[in-house]
């Protein structure tokens, strides 16, 4: 079972700052795009950011500007810095691998809980 490692959620004041990183195994990791999903409170599941394997990121509308996608080829790893953070930032963050070998397969961490509250 392929395991997605995530870590770095928390709690932080409006405006400020935290980092999440996903280590994921090697043989997915290089194959694949790496995503951070995000599920507030009564909300569905929603794209937060990508990275493909050669550094194209995506961003939804909501967090252009204050959040950074950013992937370690070396150490398998994909990173999200979230800086100006917003009460409505608040959610469970979900790390995600994706790949189109053959079919298309999604891999998922546990979660991690960012609440953003003073």
């Known amino acids: 079972q392929v395991q997605l490692v995530e870590s770095g959620g928390g709690l932080v004041q409006p405006g400020g700052s935290l980092r999440l990183s996903c280590a994921a195994p090697?043989?997915?990791?290089?194959?694949?795009?790496m995503g951070w999903y995000r599920q507030g409170p009564g909300k569905q599941r929603e794209l937060v950011a990508a990275?493909?394997?050669?550094?194209?990121?995506n961003y939804a509308d909501s967090v252009k500007g204050r959040f950074t996608i950013s992937r370690d080829n070396a150490k398998n790893t994909v990173y999200l810095q979230m800086n100006s953070l917003k009460p409505e930032d608040t959610a469970v963050y979900y790390c995600?691998?994706?790949?189109?070998?053959?079919?298309?397969?999604?891999?998922w961490g546990q979660g991690t809980q960012v609440t953003v509250s003073s």
């Open positions: 995600n691998a994706r790949h189109s070998i053959l079919v298309v397969t999604n891999y």
């Open positions: 090697g043989s997915i990791f290089s194959i694949s795009v």
């Open positions: 990275i493909t394997g050669v550094g194209t990121t």
